[in-house]
């Protein structure tokens, strides 16, 4: 049972964890969102490709999802004292990926290889490839019409401006790696992570090539609703429904994924929008899909199985 | 009495700290060299700027002369952990230097600039200007035929390998900024700090430009020997004086510099070279040049401001 995730940062490695406990790692192969990478002092960094490996290698931050345990932050403290103004959360353990993914990068390394390695390293057993080598970040166009990187809008506004339009930018000249492609064609099942549509699949799916090979590919397509009795668990899904005019519901995020997946699951709290996913022609299946504990995560992830 | 001084890493540094006790800040400005310079991780380090600072802002390892005191390594413990083979010593409060000035870099900032910045920042008050703004790493070429990084050939292998030549890549191209050539132009005098020759003072001369404007100075150029009684107080010094033909001696070092300086210091237990200065043009003065303690240091300053 060959099943290929597409994921984005915290909400999709809370289900891979489940999942790596139901399946053989051998088994699992995780598309990440790479739309969220950013360039920062230099260095090339991957939020959503590393909040997975981390939790993967059970060196999470299991207060914020993000991040490592037991991080320090002496560096970006100094950063501080210079009167630079570091918005973005970089750990002095955390750095180190970075470092290291940057100057692999310099020598030419892709970052399908690097992740490779860094998953290698920390002791993660899935396959995590990144949905594209290129830099394709995405974009918030605000209200007011700025543009921001996805991460200046998530961590430097604190996701407060209102959004008109997602934008992701290079996307055109993007490829997807073969190993992308082969991973979405091998699969018994493909399944749409409980991440935020717009920032973390919207990426992926926007890779030439990925939407088409999941259209022809045999593998059943699961969705898992990230909203839950129309409010999101974490981050601003349910903001950006609302402002983006899909409404905020599991229903809407089901219309979304409406022409590439097959079944959705949503959570017992909506079990009254069942007949709405009907009507989109996807099948409903309804599960407890919050996963504050181990034990949540893995009866999400054989709820899923049980799907095939 | 204005002062412009040519300084490497941590000799310049020392003697510079005593210069800066007996003179007002305000009256030194120095040419720092930038050939040491290394893009690493994706992140632009200038060891020998950065021990000035660090030195001049009372932050520096009194154990080591170069790096912060009380620094931690955690970032870099990280970094081995993953496999990497992080040969360049990165402290974590030291790499908050590196991040912020590649950041600065990026936006567009110039190397002055950026150093002025951060010695704003550590509170240092006399003026530092890198030699040049453009990137020009100095290489060693070793007697097998590589060609090193300076950094290379200094921590990674020790400066084990035998020295052919010496190599100021890209210098041709390179310009002195505005502000170094008006600080030769208006010194009343030049000092060439206790620094080695041929990888901290020779890339700063070799900067097209600087050699002229220092030929053209009216101001007193006084150099001051790195070499004591035969042996380099610390570094390669003396090994390079030895594998380039020059000969071990303070002697030596006022040959090469003879063309240039008018005056030459050097320590009281060479004082049988005294005639051979003479003879190469060059006033000799001795005095105690080891600096371990900052009464040595501020010893050196006073020796030297004497001579105007």
Request: charged share 20%.
């Amino acid at each position: 049972m060959m099943i290929t995730a597409l994921a984005g940062g915290v909400g999709g490695a809370k289900f891979l964890l489940g999942l790596s406990r139901v399946l053989p790692p051998s088994d699992i192969t995780v598309i990440g969102n790479t739309g969220d990478d950013i360039e920062l002092y230099g260095l090339h960094i991957c939020p959503d490709l590393d909040t997975i490996a981390y939790t993967l290698g059970g060196r999470a931050n299991p207060d914020t999802g993000w991040g490592l345990a037991g991080e320090s932050w002496i560096c970006l403290q100094t950063l501080r004292d210079y009167g630079s103004n570091p918005w973005f959360q970089l750990g002095d353990r955390d750095l180190a990926a970075h470092l290291w993914r940057t100057q692999l990068l310099k020598e030419g390394r892709t970052l399908t290889e690097i992740t490779s390695l860094i998953c290698n390293a920390l002791g993660v057993k899935i396959r995590l490839l990144p949905m594209t080598d290129s830099y394709v970040p995405t974009r918030v166009v605000t209200k007011t019409g700025e543009r921001l990187h996805i991460q200046e809008y998530l961590v430097l506004k604190q996701s407060q401006p209102i959004v008109r339009e997602i934008e992701y930018s290079n996307i055109a000249e993007a490829r997807a790696a073969d190993a992308v492609l082969q991973a979405i064609s091998r699969a018994d099942m493909i399944v749409i992570c409980p991440s935020n549509p717009f920032i973390s699949i919207g990426p992926i799916l926007a890779v030439p090539g990925i939407q088409r090979a999941i259209a022809q590919s045999l593998a059943r397509v699961v969705a898992i609703s990230p909203i839950i009795a129309g409010q999101a668990l974490k981050g601003p899904a349910a903001k950006m429904l609302q402002e983006l005019g899909f409404g905020v519901s599991a229903a809407a995020v089901a219309r979304y994924y409406q022409d590439l997946a097959d079944v959705f699951v949503l959570d017992w709290k909506d079990k009254d929008l069942c007949s709405e996913i009907e009507t989109l022609g996807m099948r409903p299946v309804l599960a407890h899909t919050i996963m504050n504990t181990i034990e949540d995560k893995i009866a999400v992830a054989r709820k899923v199985l049980e799907i095939a």
